[in-house]
């Protein structure tokens, strides 16, 4: 089956930037999505990519998609404290199959 | 903006008990989902809705069970709730056919199986 892995862990200092990767195995995903889930929140949807493309940019974050490695990374610039939050990358191979990775807590140190 | 909420933040039930967690979204969305998250799992699916009473199971449907019998509405049910099902509980909503199908998440329900 579908397999996204993360890593579980990312400290930071404040003002630095933050790159958070993710590798998935389905080689057939139409949408790549990062969510942020803040304590005792559900799931913000970040940003997403489509997978014909290898860039996004929003503002602060940057998604890259390697497609060929199968290979996701977002990166957050200047990063804050408000930004400490465990992200979620997600893969979405049909219209209701979205494989979600363990997450990534992202920590910033003031 | 998409709107999911759910009915309980925290609950806490006793072993064998019947639980329902409830969500509903205000957008009109035809797909609504439920997932749990656990530490170093992530979240997993468990049932799956895409319209008025279909449902379709997800990877982890083993004591639990859904319906769907309003649009907005999508109720998660614990028939006896056991141990290993404290977890947190996320709803989310989806529109189908949409230019992304973007999944839009409630704020989550931490259950507690004593």
């Known amino acids: 089956g579908e397999d996204v892995e993360q890593s579980l862990f990312l400290s930071v200092r404040e003002g630095d930037s933050s790159v958070i990767n993710c590798t998935y195995t389905?080689?057939?995903?139409?949408?790549l999505y990062w969510y942020k889930q803040e304590p005792g929140a559900g799931l913000q949807l970040l940003t997403y990519?489509?997978?014909?493309?290898d860039m996004k940019q929003d503002q602060r974050l940057t998604v890259l998609l390697n497609k060929k490695d199968k290979h996701l990374s977002l990166r957050i610039a200047d990063t804050q404290t408000g930004d400490s939050a465990i992200y979620f990358c997600?893969?979405?191979?049909?219209?209701?199959?979205?494989?979600f990775g363990t997450g990534t807590r992202l920590t910033v140190i003031p | 903006d998409v709107k999911v909420t759910q009915s309980s933040r925290y609950l806490v039930k006793r072993t064998g008990e019947k639980v329902f967690l409830e969500c509903v979204q205000d957008?009109?969305?035809?797909?609504m989902f439920w997932y749990r998250q656990d530490p170093g799992l992530g979240l997993r699916l468990i049932y799956f809705s895409y319209d008025v009473k279909m449902k379709e199971k997800g990877d982890i449907p083993e004591g639990y069970s859904v319906s769907r019998e309003k649009k907005e509405r999508f109720s998660l049910i614990l028939e006896s709730a056991s141990t290993n099902q404290t977890s947190m509980y996320l709803c989310a909503s989806a529109e189908a056919g949409g230019s992304t199908d973007t999944q839009y998440f409630g704020p989550g329900t931490r259950l507690t199986v004593l």
């Open positions: 957008m009109d969305h035809e797909n």
């Open positions: 997600a893969e979405q191979t049909g219209a209701n199959n979205l494989f």
């Open positions: 389905d080689s057939s995903s139409t949408y």
């Open positions: 990519i489509f997978s014909n493309m």
